[in-house]
Protein backbone atom coordinates (compact mmCIF):
# COMPACT_ATOMS: atom_id res chain seq x y z
CA UNK A 1 0.00 0.00 0.00
CA UNK A 2 1.02 3.41 -0.55
CA UNK A 3 0.56 6.55 1.08
CA UNK A 4 0.07 10.14 -0.95
CA UNK A 5 -0.16 13.51 0.14
CA UNK A 6 -0.16 16.35 -2.41
CA UNK A 7 0.96 19.96 -2.47
CA UNK A 8 0.95 22.86 -4.46
CA UNK A 9 -2.35 23.72 -5.67
CA UNK A 10 -3.60 27.21 -5.16
CA UNK A 11 -4.82 30.37 -7.19
CA UNK A 12 -2.83 31.58 -10.60
CA UNK A 13 -3.84 33.80 -13.58
CA UNK A 14 -4.20 32.25 -16.78
CA UNK A 15 -1.04 31.63 -18.62
CA UNK A 16 0.90 31.55 -15.39
CA UNK A 17 2.45 27.95 -13.93
CA UNK A 18 2.09 25.70 -11.12
CA UNK A 19 4.26 22.71 -10.12
CA UNK A 20 2.05 20.23 -7.87
CA UNK A 21 4.14 17.77 -5.70
CA UNK A 22 3.02 14.36 -4.24
CA UNK A 23 5.35 12.84 -1.34
CA UNK A 24 4.63 8.92 -1.20
CA UNK A 25 5.38 7.22 1.94
CA UNK A 26 5.94 3.00 2.29
CA UNK A 27 9.03 0.85 0.90
CA UNK A 28 7.07 -0.01 -2.35
CA UNK A 29 6.45 3.33 -4.26
CA UNK A 30 9.22 2.66 -7.01
CA UNK A 31 7.23 -0.70 -7.87
CA UNK A 32 4.51 1.50 -8.86
CA UNK A 33 3.40 3.64 -12.17
CA UNK A 34 1.77 7.09 -11.01
CA UNK A 35 -0.79 9.27 -12.32
CA UNK A 36 -2.02 12.84 -11.38
CA UNK A 37 -5.70 12.73 -12.07
CA UNK A 38 -8.25 16.02 -11.78
CA UNK A 39 -11.52 16.40 -11.08
CA UNK A 40 -13.88 19.67 -12.12
CA UNK A 41 -16.92 20.17 -10.41
CA UNK A 42 -20.00 18.21 -12.06
CA UNK A 43 -17.15 16.37 -14.27
CA UNK A 44 -15.97 13.27 -14.17
CA UNK A 45 -12.37 12.14 -12.95
CA UNK A 46 -10.04 12.83 -15.61
CA UNK A 47 -6.39 11.41 -16.25
CA UNK A 48 -4.22 14.10 -17.22
CA UNK A 49 -0.85 12.84 -16.96
CA UNK A 50 1.06 9.33 -16.05
CA UNK A 51 4.32 7.92 -16.09
CA UNK A 52 5.45 4.26 -15.65
CA UNK A 53 7.68 2.62 -12.81
CA UNK A 54 11.17 3.36 -14.28
CA UNK A 55 10.08 7.19 -14.97
CA UNK A 56 10.57 6.24 -18.89
CA UNK A 57 7.20 6.24 -19.95
CA UNK A 58 5.04 8.86 -19.78
CA UNK A 59 1.61 9.46 -21.30
CA UNK A 60 -0.81 12.93 -21.57
CA UNK A 61 -4.59 14.28 -22.31
CA UNK A 62 -4.50 15.86 -25.47
CA UNK A 63 -5.79 18.85 -23.46
CA UNK A 64 -2.50 19.02 -21.78
CA UNK A 65 -0.14 17.56 -23.99
CA UNK A 66 2.78 20.50 -24.25
CA UNK A 67 1.70 22.27 -21.34
CA UNK A 68 2.51 19.91 -18.56
CA UNK A 69 4.82 17.47 -17.58
CA UNK A 70 4.77 14.81 -15.36
CA UNK A 71 8.03 13.23 -13.36
CA UNK A 72 9.77 11.20 -10.61
CA UNK A 73 12.25 10.93 -8.41
CA UNK A 74 11.68 7.55 -6.85
CA UNK A 75 14.46 7.74 -4.72
CA UNK A 76 12.88 10.52 -3.12
CA UNK A 77 9.33 8.91 -3.05
CA UNK A 78 8.16 11.98 -5.05
CA UNK A 79 6.07 12.60 -8.48
CA UNK A 80 5.68 15.86 -9.39
CA UNK A 81 3.54 17.80 -12.20
CA UNK A 82 5.08 21.08 -14.08
CA UNK A 83 1.76 22.96 -15.26
CA UNK A 84 2.73 25.88 -17.56
CA UNK A 85 0.44 28.33 -19.76
CA UNK A 86 -2.49 27.49 -17.33
CA UNK A 87 -6.07 28.11 -18.49
CA UNK A 88 -8.96 28.73 -16.94
CA UNK A 89 -10.78 25.30 -17.59
CA UNK A 90 -7.75 23.43 -15.85
CA UNK A 91 -9.38 24.21 -12.71
CA UNK A 92 -9.74 21.36 -10.65
CA UNK A 93 -8.90 19.06 -7.61
CA UNK A 94 -5.68 17.70 -8.49
CA UNK A 95 -5.40 14.17 -7.01
CA UNK A 96 -2.04 11.66 -7.14
CA UNK A 97 -2.86 8.10 -7.81
CA UNK A 98 -0.65 5.34 -7.80
CA UNK A 99 -1.61 2.22 -10.26
CA UNK A 100 -3.38 -0.81 -8.79
CA UNK A 101 -1.09 -3.34 -10.17
CA UNK A 102 2.99 -3.07 -9.76
CA UNK A 103 6.13 -2.90 -12.64
CA UNK A 104 3.62 -1.41 -15.16
CA UNK A 105 5.92 0.28 -17.87
CA UNK A 106 3.00 2.58 -18.77
CA UNK A 107 0.16 4.22 -16.05
CA UNK A 108 -3.27 2.88 -16.35
CA UNK A 109 -5.36 4.55 -19.15
CA UNK A 110 -8.54 3.98 -16.75
CA UNK A 111 -9.48 5.56 -13.12
CA UNK A 112 -10.53 2.60 -12.30
CA UNK A 113 -6.81 1.31 -12.75
CA UNK A 114 -5.53 3.68 -10.02
CA UNK A 115 -5.65 2.11 -6.34
CA UNK A 116 -4.30 4.39 -3.54
CA UNK A 117 -5.06 7.64 -3.44
CA UNK A 118 -3.69 11.15 -2.16
CA UNK A 119 -6.22 13.88 -0.79
CA UNK A 120 -5.90 15.83 -3.49
CA UNK A 121 -4.70 19.82 -4.16
CA UNK A 122 -7.31 22.73 -5.25
CA UNK A 123 -6.01 24.10 -8.98
CA UNK A 124 -7.55 27.21 -9.68
CA UNK A 125 -6.99 29.25 -12.79
CA UNK A 126 -8.39 32.77 -12.95
CA UNK A 127 -9.37 34.47 -16.74
Known amino acids: QVQLVESGGGLVQAGGSLSLSCAASGRTFSWYAMGWIRQAPGKEREIVAGIGWSGGDTNYADSVKGRFTISRDNAKKMVYLQMNSLKPEDSAIYYC????????????????????WGQGTQVTVSS
Open 97 to 116: AASARSWEYIAPARVADFGS
